[in-house]
């Protein structure tokens, strides 16, 4: 009999178990091998669908893909329980090896969790969703399952001894000199191995599928050693010995020239403080290029804080490398992960799984993504995410102001990045001019010895000083109206004027009142209810009049001030922390056209704080430290944006939020790093568990991943990614998704769709739903905003009431 893995929906060609599971093994021991691996992975792989080898699963497959009008009861048959069962059974009941018995439980659960996530071991009500699973549920053809596997697929004896290979790959893992303990490095290891199995049981899957040849790819050392002669050349042309360089641009150069020299270290974590304007895109990208080269490196990734910067950087090391096809912007998942588990969708392709099945595993070797990513990879649940996974290992990873790390996810953040070094053959980079004390919190990040990368950093600073930080917080207050009467007067003489404000409520209002205050001056709005193309055109207009000498004003929220290439004449920053403070004085006379000019910090009264709570205390110790110098001159270093004063800010700042650094989850009463790291001897379950059953839970790992996954989220409040149908180009995206039939073309529009995607919290959401706004495609995957509810000047119009902007579509 043959048994089935998934039947082609195009000519109704069966794939059969065997071959689905000797493809998937092969995938997974490629992801796993560079980081030694290769038998763990390919292990889950080997196994993860053993529990299609039933007559009641080929009987089920048949029956839905043939009879789609009765089709089969939803979730009747289970055939990811059984890989789980059967390591579990062989290596968790009798004579139990420690190094088997944990790998029985990390395996066993990535495969029983790949339709869903993964399982707790011990979760709040004391109960155990693995043992549920692989020890509890009834299986009816289980022993036919594995009779079968060990005639079609691998011999016993040859099963065996791929698992004693297993075996010693995580007793070589586990002997890893780290400061984790044994829970935190399983629990990371388990979500290494689950990454590699849902990537390539997809990758196998919409292979068998799509039906058709793959693309040759080029080399990925090839393609570095070419960006890493591309981009010396376009350094050579900016830093042409014939020329006279500016003494900024001058230490750009010697900058540059550190970072390459630093390449030659082993990969680490480290540093790069390089001041604001002083060319830390180019610099940390010859380093990463260089190093990525010397190290055999697969990925260079880049993650920033603001989808603005991710823009601007990608289309200038595009140009730079003349390549479009090789560098990804990743923004947002355009569509979320689809809820609950869809085991019982296996096997049969519809556009559920196609959408899940689309390329969307960071499989490209340049990559630009946002923080909020990079932690969803880790942490949050949903296969879509962590999926990524194993592409961040052997790679370089570049963190750009990273001291816009949240709070409450600085120690997750930190022990994330000590695994991609200490396991993932990673090389790690801090890319900020304000680099945060990340090595005084509980959960230390282990930088590597000597990690800045920048020589003689105090004087660097001291030289990139190109204006002056002028106090107006500390003695006054200010409105709208005062601003705009403040503005109104100096932009005769500055030309052009930013004020960043910290709540798209005021700076909607602020722009919206210049408008009918100042005349003869172009006014700019921009904030993240705007969806990055539009954002982008207005941030090329704005450039082409800075460039122009001519008077412009722009409104805008910090988005605009960590990393985008802008030079205003004037800067006015409502008062926040002392990195905004310092993101803020960068976008004024940044590449030092003229003597010092000024950035205005003022206190704005209109602002209400209370839901942006680290804003509220950053702007709180910022005005301390105003206050500290107004009193004796020489404190803090003697400036606002010192070495010390912002040494003393973040150390004041974490100290504030010691009790949020470890993800606290209040309705738990524990903070996530507890329900993910913590021993037995700590975790609170374990101890619940034994008094009341006065037996210790069987297992040897008891962590909760998927207790913690659920209460996950980056920012406070969830959003959801919405397609806005932005000029021709966003309505032709949005039609052409409506109509892909193929996966490859999924993937394709779904990375175009991001540059027209904003995020919405779910207020917003049932707002647009109550006022006619939003629409769904997709069988309901796809969020559309209504055209109506889209504005030229700001965005999102919740009221769906922008009809005197129809001329922008």
């Not at 140009?319 to 869809?342: F, Q």
């Not at 100290?655 to 329900?675: A, C, S, V, W």
Request: negative net charge; contains cysteine; hydrophobic residues 35%.
């Amino acid at each position: 009999m043959n048994y089935i893995a998934h039947i082609r929906e195009s000519d109704e060609e069966q794939q059969s178990v065997e071959e689905h599971l000797l493809g998937v093994q092969s995938l997974a021991e490629d992801f796993g091998a560079g980081i030694g691996l290769k038998h763990i992975c390919g292990l889950a792989g080997l196994l993860h669908d053993m529990g299609k080898y039933t007559s009641a699963f080929r009987n089920y497959i048949l029956e839905a893909v043939y009879n789609p009008e009765a089709p089969p009861k939803r979730g009747s048959v289970d055939h990811s329980t059984a890989g789980g069962r059967l390591l579990y059974e062989t290596y968790h009941t009798v004579k139990i090896n420690r190094f088997k018995g944990i790998l029985a439980e990390i395996i066993g659960n990535a495969i029983i969790s790949h339709h869903s996530y993964l399982q707790d071991f011990l979760n709040p009500e004391l109960e155990s969703n693995y043992l549920q699973r692989v020890r509890d549920k009834e299986l009816t053809e289980f022993d036919q399952s594995v009779a079968l596997f060990f005639q079609k697929v691998m011999s016993k004896e040859d099963f065996h001894l791929y698992v004693d290979r297993a075996s010693e790959e995580l007793e070589g893992y586990l002997a890893k000199s780290s400061s984790m303990g044994m829970e935190a490095r399983c629990m990371f290891l388990t979500k290494f191995v689950f990454s590699t199995l849902i990537d390539a049981d997809r990758t196998n899957t919409r292979k068998f599928e799509e039906n058709a040849a793959e693309e040759p790819v080029q080399p990925v050392e090839e393609l570095f050693d070419t960006y890493y002669k591309r981009l010396l050349d376009e350094i050579g042309r900016f830093g042409d010995p014939n020329k006279t360089l500016s003494s900024i641009n001058r230490l750009r150069s010697e900058m540059s020239e550190q970072c390459d020299r630093f390449a030659e270290k082993p990969s680490g974590i480290y540093t790069l403080s390089i001041p604001t304007g002083g060319g830390k895109t180019l610099a940390s990208l010859r380093y990463a290029l260089k190093h990525a080269r010397k190290y055999g490196k697969r990925h260079i990734i880049y993650v920033l804080p603001y989808t603005t910067i991710i823009e601007q950087n990608a289309a200038e090391v595009r140009r730079i490398l003349l390549d479009e096809a090789n560098i990804l912007e990743h923004h947002s998942n355009v569509i979320d992960d689809i809820d609950g588990d869809d085991e019982h969708m296996d096997g049969m392709i519809n556009v559920r799984q196609k959408l899940k099945l689309a390329r969307d595993n960071w499989d490209v070797p340049i990559i630009f993504t946002t923080m909020v990513q990079f932690l969803n990879v880790f942490y949050a649940k949903g296969s879509r995410n962590i999926r990524r996974l194993h592409n961040l290992s052997s790679s370089v990873l570049v963190f750009d102001e990273v001291q816009k790390v949240p709070v409450s996810c600085v120690s997750l953040f930190n022990e994330a990045l000590n695994f991609l070094r200490t396991y993932g053959n990673a090389s790690l980079v801090l890319c900020t001019a304000t680099q945060p004390a990340l090595d005084f919190v509980e959960h230390k990040l282990n930088l590597s010895p000597d990690a800045e990368m920048i020589d003689n950093l105090h004087d660097v600073i001291t030289a990139f000083t190109r204006v002056e930080i002028l106090d107006r917080a500390t003695t006054e207050s200010f409105n709208n109206d005062k601003l705009t009467e403040f503005i109104t007067e100096i932009i005769e003489e500055k030309r052009s004027v930013l004020a960043i404000l910290n709540t798209k409520s005021v700076v909607k209002k602020l722009y919206q009142q210049l408008l009918t205050t100042v005349s003869n001056v172009p006014i700019y709005h921009l904030s993240t209810s705007m969806c990055a193309v539009h954002r982008k055109e207005i941030l090329e207009e704005v450039r082409d009049l800075l460039k122009k000498g001519e008077k412009v004003i722009c409104v805008s929220t910090p988005l605009i001030e960590a990393g985008v290439d802008v030079s205003f004449g004037c800067v006015i920053r409502s008062l926040a922390g002392l990195d905004s403070i310092a993101q803020a004085a960068g976008r004024c006379n940044r590449h030092g056209e003229h003597e010092r000019q000024q950035v205005y910090v003022i206190d704005h009264e209109e602002e209400n704080l209370d839901r942006l709570k680290e804003v509220k205390e950053g702007k709180r110790i910022s005005q301390q430290i105003l206050i500290d110098l107004k009193r004796d001159s020489s404190e803090h270093g003697g400036h606002i944006l010192s070495v010390q004063a912002m040494e003393r800010y973040f150390q004041r700042f974490y100290k504030k939020f010691e009790l949020d650094l470890n993800y606290q989850i209040p309705k738990l009463g524990q903070g996530m790093t507890r329900l993910l790291f913590a021993t037995k001897e700590e975790n609170t379950y374990c101890h619940d568990y034994y008094s009341n059953t006065k037996e210790r839970i069987p297992l040897f790992l008891a962590n909760s991943y998927l207790t913690a996954a659920e209460h996950f989220h980056v920012i406070d409040s969830a959003t959801k990614a919405v397609i806005v149908p932005y000029q021709e180009e966003g309505k032709a995206i949005i039609a052409e998704l409506n109509g892909a039939r193929r996966i490859e073309e999924l993937s394709r529009l779904l990375r175009k769709a991001q540059q027209y995607t904003i995020n919405l919290f779910d207020y917003e959401l049932q707002q647009l739903d109550k006022n006619g706004g939003l629409e769904r495609c997709l069988d309901g995957q796809m969020l559309v905003l209504n055209e109506r509810a889209y504005s030229k000047e700001f965005g999102v119009d919740t009221t769906n009431d922008s009809s005197l902007d129809m001329n922008l579509f």
